[in-house]
Protein backbone atom coordinates (compact mmCIF):
# COMPACT_ATOMS: atom_id res chain seq x y z
CA UNK A 1 0.00 0.00 0.00
CA UNK A 2 1.37 3.20 -0.67
CA UNK A 3 2.04 5.68 1.82
CA UNK A 4 0.88 8.90 2.26
CA UNK A 5 3.00 11.67 1.25
CA UNK A 6 3.45 14.15 3.84
CA UNK A 7 4.97 17.90 2.98
CA UNK A 8 7.86 18.82 5.36
CA UNK A 9 7.73 21.78 7.48
CA UNK A 10 9.64 24.64 6.43
CA UNK A 11 13.16 24.21 8.99
CA UNK A 12 13.00 26.29 12.01
CA UNK A 13 9.43 27.19 11.64
CA UNK A 14 9.10 27.58 15.27
CA UNK A 15 11.83 30.69 15.54
CA UNK A 16 10.07 32.50 12.97
CA UNK A 17 6.71 33.95 14.16
CA UNK A 18 4.16 34.79 11.43
CA UNK A 19 4.13 38.17 10.25
CA UNK A 20 7.60 38.68 11.42
CA UNK A 21 9.86 40.67 8.80
CA UNK A 22 11.72 37.86 7.27
CA UNK A 23 13.37 40.14 4.08
CA UNK A 24 14.20 44.27 4.63
CA UNK A 25 15.26 46.17 1.86
CA UNK A 26 15.80 49.76 2.18
CA UNK A 27 17.39 52.02 -0.11
CA UNK A 28 18.66 49.29 -2.65
CA UNK A 29 19.88 50.69 -6.01
CA UNK A 30 21.46 49.02 -8.97
CA UNK A 31 23.31 50.83 -11.58
CA UNK A 32 24.95 49.59 -14.88
CA UNK A 33 27.99 51.45 -16.09
CA UNK A 34 28.05 52.83 -19.79
CA UNK A 35 31.37 52.22 -21.11
CA UNK A 36 32.44 54.98 -24.13
CA UNK A 37 35.47 56.54 -25.80
CA UNK A 38 38.46 55.13 -27.91
CA UNK A 39 40.98 54.11 -27.65
CA UNK A 40 40.66 54.19 -23.40
CA UNK A 41 37.35 52.99 -22.58
CA UNK A 42 36.05 54.75 -19.62
CA UNK A 43 32.19 55.10 -17.54
CA UNK A 44 30.43 57.68 -19.05
CA UNK A 45 26.56 57.45 -17.63
CA UNK A 46 24.72 53.93 -16.19
CA UNK A 47 21.65 52.38 -16.10
CA UNK A 48 19.62 53.09 -12.82
CA UNK A 49 17.84 50.02 -13.26
CA UNK A 50 16.96 49.97 -9.40
CA UNK A 51 17.40 54.04 -7.71
CA UNK A 52 16.49 53.49 -4.07
CA UNK A 53 13.49 50.67 -3.39
CA UNK A 54 12.14 49.86 0.57
CA UNK A 55 10.75 47.01 0.90
CA UNK A 56 9.75 43.94 3.77
CA UNK A 57 8.63 40.69 3.16
CA UNK A 58 7.29 38.94 6.06
CA UNK A 59 7.38 35.06 7.32
CA UNK A 60 5.15 32.85 5.37
CA UNK A 61 3.75 35.83 3.11
CA UNK A 62 3.27 36.45 -0.33
CA UNK A 63 4.26 40.06 -1.77
CA UNK A 64 3.47 41.19 -5.45
CA UNK A 65 5.80 43.27 -6.92
CA UNK A 66 4.12 44.69 -10.34
CA UNK A 67 4.93 46.87 -13.38
CA UNK A 68 5.87 47.31 -17.31
CA UNK A 69 8.64 45.78 -18.36
CA UNK A 70 12.34 47.67 -17.82
CA UNK A 71 10.90 49.42 -14.49
CA UNK A 72 13.56 46.77 -12.33
CA UNK A 73 11.54 44.09 -11.59
CA UNK A 74 13.38 41.32 -12.33
CA UNK A 75 16.94 43.45 -11.56
CA UNK A 76 15.09 43.74 -7.62
CA UNK A 77 14.43 39.86 -7.68
CA UNK A 78 18.27 39.31 -8.33
CA UNK A 79 19.55 41.80 -6.18
CA UNK A 80 17.94 39.84 -3.39
CA UNK A 81 18.92 36.73 -3.92
CA UNK A 82 22.27 37.68 -4.39
CA UNK A 83 22.87 36.80 -7.70
CA UNK A 84 24.04 40.71 -8.83
CA UNK A 85 26.01 42.95 -6.02
CA UNK A 86 23.68 45.88 -5.29
CA UNK A 87 25.40 49.57 -5.89
CA UNK A 88 24.39 51.08 -2.55
CA UNK A 89 21.74 50.18 0.09
CA UNK A 90 21.30 47.06 2.45
CA UNK A 91 19.74 43.92 2.20
CA UNK A 92 18.64 42.58 5.65
CA UNK A 93 17.91 38.82 5.61
CA UNK A 94 16.47 37.55 9.21
CA UNK A 95 17.89 40.30 10.51
CA UNK A 96 21.12 39.90 9.00
CA UNK A 97 23.10 42.23 6.56
CA UNK A 98 23.66 40.28 3.52
CA UNK A 99 24.07 43.24 1.12
CA UNK A 100 27.70 42.75 0.54
CA UNK A 101 28.42 39.04 2.04
CA UNK A 102 31.02 36.81 0.37
CA UNK A 103 30.86 33.44 -1.35
CA UNK A 104 31.23 31.82 2.68
CA UNK A 105 29.04 33.95 4.56
CA UNK A 106 26.23 33.91 2.01
CA UNK A 107 26.56 29.35 2.12
CA UNK A 108 24.34 28.57 5.14
CA UNK A 109 21.67 31.35 3.44
CA UNK A 110 21.63 30.01 -0.18
CA UNK A 111 19.85 27.13 0.77
CA UNK A 112 17.19 29.30 2.58
CA UNK A 113 16.56 31.71 -0.77
CA UNK A 114 15.86 29.94 -3.63
CA UNK A 115 14.61 31.18 -6.96
CA UNK A 116 12.22 30.57 -9.92
CA UNK A 117 13.24 31.72 -13.28
CA UNK A 118 11.10 33.38 -15.54
CA UNK A 119 11.85 30.96 -18.82
CA UNK A 120 11.44 27.24 -18.24
CA UNK A 121 13.18 26.43 -21.62
CA UNK A 122 16.93 28.32 -20.43
CA UNK A 123 16.79 27.56 -16.94
CA UNK A 124 17.09 23.83 -16.67
CA UNK A 125 20.38 22.23 -17.50
CA UNK A 126 19.44 20.28 -21.06
CA UNK A 127 22.28 18.03 -20.26
CA UNK A 128 21.18 16.46 -17.07
CA UNK A 129 18.13 14.53 -15.93
CA UNK A 130 15.25 15.61 -14.31
CA UNK A 131 16.79 14.11 -11.00
CA UNK A 132 19.90 15.10 -11.08
CA UNK A 133 18.54 18.84 -11.67
CA UNK A 134 16.64 18.47 -8.50
CA UNK A 135 19.21 16.78 -6.07
CA UNK A 136 21.57 19.64 -7.50
CA UNK A 137 21.24 21.35 -4.69
CA UNK A 138 20.64 19.08 -2.23
CA UNK A 139 24.77 17.63 -3.23
CA UNK A 140 26.42 21.49 -3.35
CA UNK A 141 24.91 21.79 -0.13
CA UNK A 142 25.97 18.31 1.31
CA UNK A 143 22.59 17.59 2.62
CA UNK A 144 21.55 13.81 2.98
CA UNK A 145 17.58 13.47 3.55
CA UNK A 146 15.90 10.96 5.09
CA UNK A 147 15.94 7.55 2.94
CA UNK A 148 18.60 9.76 0.07
CA UNK A 149 18.13 11.87 -2.27
CA UNK A 150 16.56 9.87 -5.04
CA UNK A 151 13.85 9.47 -2.57
CA UNK A 152 13.59 13.12 -1.90
CA UNK A 153 13.30 13.87 -5.23
CA UNK A 154 10.55 11.76 -6.33
CA UNK A 155 8.48 13.11 -3.17
CA UNK A 156 9.17 16.33 -4.71
CA UNK A 157 8.34 15.70 -7.85
CA UNK A 158 4.66 14.10 -6.91
CA UNK A 159 4.53 17.46 -4.75
CA UNK A 160 4.73 19.40 -7.83
CA UNK A 161 1.78 17.30 -9.67
CA UNK A 162 4.57 15.17 -11.70
CA UNK A 163 5.42 11.40 -12.07
CA UNK A 164 7.91 10.05 -9.74
CA UNK A 165 8.86 7.74 -12.20
CA UNK A 166 9.88 10.81 -14.68
CA UNK A 167 13.24 10.64 -12.50
CA UNK A 168 15.01 9.76 -15.53
CA UNK A 169 13.80 11.84 -18.58
CA UNK A 170 15.21 15.44 -19.52
CA UNK A 171 13.43 18.43 -19.91
CA UNK A 172 12.86 18.42 -23.80
CA UNK A 173 11.06 15.66 -23.12
CA UNK A 174 8.58 17.91 -21.03
CA UNK A 175 5.93 20.67 -22.04
CA UNK A 176 6.70 24.03 -20.92
CA UNK A 177 3.98 23.84 -18.09
CA UNK A 178 6.18 21.04 -16.69
CA UNK A 179 9.60 22.07 -16.90
CA UNK A 180 8.32 24.98 -14.67
CA UNK A 181 7.11 22.64 -12.29
CA UNK A 182 10.42 20.62 -12.28
CA UNK A 183 11.69 24.08 -11.49
CA UNK A 184 9.13 24.68 -8.45
CA UNK A 185 10.38 21.33 -7.44
CA UNK A 186 14.05 22.08 -7.66
CA UNK A 187 13.36 25.51 -5.80
CA UNK A 188 11.71 23.14 -2.75
CA UNK A 189 14.51 20.63 -2.60
CA UNK A 190 16.35 22.50 0.11
CA UNK A 191 13.13 23.88 1.97
CA UNK A 192 13.55 27.68 1.66
CA UNK A 193 12.17 30.05 3.68
CA UNK A 194 11.99 32.84 0.80
CA UNK A 195 11.55 32.00 -2.70
CA UNK A 196 11.60 34.88 -5.49
CA UNK A 197 9.32 34.00 -8.16
CA UNK A 198 10.70 36.20 -11.43
CA UNK A 199 7.99 36.20 -13.52
CA UNK A 200 7.27 32.32 -12.81
CA UNK A 201 3.73 32.04 -15.71
CA UNK A 202 4.79 35.01 -18.55
CA UNK A 203 6.69 32.57 -20.67
CA UNK A 204 3.51 29.74 -20.56
CA UNK A 205 0.58 29.19 -22.68
CA UNK A 206 -2.70 31.07 -20.68
CA UNK A 207 -4.20 27.75 -20.41
CA UNK A 208 -1.37 26.47 -18.34
CA UNK A 209 -0.60 29.73 -16.16
CA UNK A 210 -3.37 28.96 -13.78
CA UNK A 211 -1.96 25.76 -12.81
CA UNK A 212 1.16 26.64 -12.14
CA UNK A 213 -0.11 29.79 -9.66
CA UNK A 214 -2.69 27.49 -7.90
CA UNK A 215 0.57 24.89 -7.42
CA UNK A 216 2.52 28.15 -6.34
CA UNK A 217 0.04 29.04 -4.32
CA UNK A 218 -0.75 25.39 -2.57
CA UNK A 219 3.07 25.29 -1.67
CA UNK A 220 2.78 28.58 -0.12
CA UNK A 221 0.16 28.00 2.16
CA UNK A 222 1.25 24.13 2.97
CA UNK A 223 4.80 24.75 3.70
CA UNK A 224 4.61 28.43 5.04
CA UNK A 225 6.93 29.43 2.82
CA UNK A 226 7.61 33.58 1.92
CA UNK A 227 7.31 34.62 -1.67
CA UNK A 228 8.27 37.50 -3.69
CA UNK A 229 6.22 37.37 -6.82
CA UNK A 230 7.25 39.43 -9.26
CA UNK A 231 4.88 39.65 -12.48
CA UNK A 232 3.39 42.25 -14.95
CA UNK A 233 0.13 40.73 -15.01
CA UNK A 234 -2.25 42.59 -12.66
CA UNK A 235 -4.62 39.71 -12.63
CA UNK A 236 -2.06 36.84 -11.22
CA UNK A 237 -0.55 38.54 -8.74
CA UNK A 238 -3.99 40.03 -7.08
CA UNK A 239 -4.84 35.59 -6.92
CA UNK A 240 -1.72 34.97 -5.80
CA UNK A 241 -0.43 37.88 -3.44
CA UNK A 242 -1.13 39.43 -0.21
CA UNK A 243 0.74 42.64 -0.55
CA UNK A 244 1.51 44.30 -3.65
CA UNK A 245 4.50 46.99 -4.70
CA UNK A 246 3.86 49.18 -7.51
CA UNK A 247 7.63 49.67 -9.61
CA UNK A 248 8.03 52.34 -12.01
CA UNK A 249 11.13 53.38 -13.38
CA UNK A 250 13.18 51.88 -10.65
CA UNK A 251 11.18 52.97 -8.05
CA UNK A 252 8.24 51.97 -5.72
CA UNK A 253 5.56 54.16 -5.89
CA UNK A 254 2.93 52.28 -4.26
CA UNK A 255 3.06 49.57 -1.68
CA UNK A 256 -0.76 48.18 -0.04
CA UNK A 257 -2.66 44.86 0.70
CA UNK A 258 -4.39 43.56 -2.30
CA UNK A 259 -7.80 44.77 -1.97
CA UNK A 260 -6.46 48.21 -1.07
CA UNK A 261 -4.39 48.29 -4.12
CA UNK A 262 -6.55 47.14 -6.64
CA UNK A 263 -10.03 48.83 -5.05
CA UNK A 264 -8.41 52.08 -3.81
CA UNK A 265 -4.97 52.67 -5.54
CA UNK A 266 -3.96 56.61 -4.94
CA UNK A 267 -1.26 56.81 -7.46
CA UNK A 268 -1.87 58.09 -11.07
CA UNK A 269 0.48 55.36 -12.35
CA UNK A 270 -1.21 52.52 -10.65
CA UNK A 271 -4.91 53.65 -11.85
CA UNK A 272 -3.72 53.53 -15.02
CA UNK A 273 -1.92 49.97 -14.45
CA UNK A 274 -5.89 48.95 -13.65
CA UNK A 275 -7.89 50.67 -16.05
CA UNK A 276 -5.81 48.39 -19.05
CA UNK A 277 -6.76 45.15 -17.08
CA UNK A 278 -9.41 43.50 -18.90
CA UNK A 279 -12.81 42.94 -17.55
CA UNK A 280 -15.55 41.02 -18.89
CA UNK A 281 -18.77 42.75 -18.07
CA UNK A 282 -21.92 40.56 -17.77
CA UNK A 283 -24.82 42.63 -17.79
CA UNK A 284 -24.80 45.94 -20.15
CA UNK A 285 -25.62 48.24 -16.68
CA UNK A 286 -21.80 47.16 -15.85
CA UNK A 287 -20.29 47.97 -18.55
CA UNK A 288 -18.27 51.60 -18.21
CA UNK A 289 -18.15 52.25 -14.81
CA UNK A 290 -14.14 51.09 -15.05
CA UNK A 291 -12.46 54.08 -15.68
CA UNK A 292 -10.57 54.11 -19.04
CA UNK A 293 -6.95 55.73 -19.06
CA UNK A 294 -4.68 55.62 -21.82
CA UNK A 295 -0.97 57.32 -21.46
CA UNK A 296 0.83 59.22 -24.03
CA UNK A 297 4.52 57.73 -25.13
CA UNK A 298 6.90 54.96 -23.57
CA UNK A 299 8.53 54.67 -20.25
CA UNK A 300 11.35 57.45 -20.01
CA UNK A 301 14.92 55.77 -20.30
CA UNK A 302 16.49 54.77 -17.09
CA UNK A 303 19.71 56.78 -18.58
CA UNK A 304 18.68 59.62 -17.90
CA UNK A 305 15.27 59.71 -15.84
CA UNK A 306 13.19 62.87 -15.40
CA UNK A 307 13.92 64.80 -12.35
CA UNK A 308 11.34 65.33 -9.42
CA UNK A 309 8.25 62.41 -10.08
CA UNK A 310 9.32 60.04 -12.46
CA UNK A 311 6.08 59.14 -13.59
CA UNK A 312 5.41 63.09 -14.77
CA UNK A 313 6.07 63.44 -18.01
CA UNK A 314 3.37 60.56 -18.53
CA UNK A 315 1.32 61.57 -15.91
CA UNK A 316 -2.30 64.02 -16.31
CA UNK A 317 -2.31 65.98 -12.78
CA UNK A 318 1.75 66.66 -12.93
CA UNK A 319 2.90 70.02 -11.68
CA UNK A 320 5.88 72.16 -11.57
CA UNK A 321 6.35 71.07 -8.34
CA UNK A 322 6.22 67.08 -9.77
CA UNK A 323 9.72 68.39 -11.31
CA UNK A 324 11.08 69.87 -8.75
CA UNK A 325 10.54 67.22 -5.19
CA UNK A 326 10.86 63.64 -5.79
CA UNK A 327 7.74 62.84 -3.62
CA UNK A 328 8.40 60.56 -0.77
CA UNK A 329 6.49 57.19 0.08
CA UNK A 330 4.65 57.85 2.66
CA UNK A 331 0.83 57.05 4.12
CA UNK A 332 -1.29 59.74 3.29
CA UNK A 333 -4.43 61.05 5.51
CA UNK A 334 -7.32 58.68 6.15
CA UNK A 335 -5.19 55.42 4.98
CA UNK A 336 -4.82 53.68 8.28
CA UNK A 337 -3.64 50.30 7.02
CA UNK A 338 -0.10 50.33 5.76
CA UNK A 339 -1.11 51.25 2.15
CA UNK A 340 2.23 54.23 0.92
CA UNK A 341 2.07 55.85 -1.97
CA UNK A 342 4.43 58.60 -3.23
CA UNK A 343 2.71 61.57 -5.10
CA UNK A 344 2.07 65.07 -4.79
CA UNK A 345 -1.58 64.67 -6.20
CA UNK A 346 -2.92 61.39 -5.44
CA UNK A 347 -5.92 60.30 -7.02
CA UNK A 348 -9.18 59.80 -5.48
CA UNK A 349 -9.21 56.23 -4.03
CA UNK A 350 -11.45 54.57 -6.89
CA UNK A 351 -11.29 53.11 -9.98
CA UNK A 352 -15.07 54.17 -10.75
CA UNK A 353 -15.47 54.93 -14.84
CA UNK A 354 -14.99 59.34 -15.46
CA UNK A 355 -17.26 61.07 -17.40
CA UNK A 356 -14.36 61.33 -19.74
CA UNK A 357 -11.90 58.90 -20.95
CA UNK A 358 -8.03 60.43 -19.82
CA UNK A 359 -5.92 60.54 -23.16
CA UNK A 360 -2.81 62.19 -23.14
CA UNK A 361 -1.88 61.34 -26.95
CA UNK A 362 -3.31 63.78 -29.08
CA UNK A 363 -2.58 61.99 -32.07
CA UNK A 364 -4.38 59.07 -30.58
CA UNK A 365 -7.70 61.62 -30.37
CA UNK A 366 -7.28 63.19 -33.16
CA UNK A 367 -8.00 59.66 -34.94
CA UNK A 368 -10.45 58.10 -32.66
CA UNK A 369 -12.50 61.08 -33.75
CA UNK A 370 -12.17 60.77 -37.28
CA UNK A 371 -13.06 57.26 -36.67
CA UNK A 372 -16.61 58.13 -34.69
CA UNK A 373 -17.42 60.76 -37.39
CA UNK A 374 -20.21 59.43 -39.68
Not at 30 to 55: C, E, M, N, S, Y
Request: hydrophobic share 35%; aromatic share 4%; glycine share 10%.
Amino acid sequence: MKEDLVLPAPREAATDGAGEPLLVVEGLRKHFPIKGGFPIRRTVGAVQAVDGIDLTVRAGESFGLVGESGCGKSTTGRLITRLLEPTSGTISYRGKDITHAGRKQLAPIRSEIQMIFQDPYSSLNPRQTVGKIISGPMEINGIEPTGGREKRVRELLEIVGLNPEHYNRFPHEFSGGQRQRIGVARALALEPKLIVADEPVSALDVSIQAQVVNLLQKVQQELGIAFLFIAHDLAVVRHFSQRVAVMYLGKVIEVGDRESIYTRPRHPYTHALLSAVPEVNLHDEEAGRRERIRLAGDVPSPISPPSGCRFRTRCWKAQDKCAAQEPPLVRLSGNRDGHLTACHFPEDPTIEGREEDIVLDPALAALEEDIERP
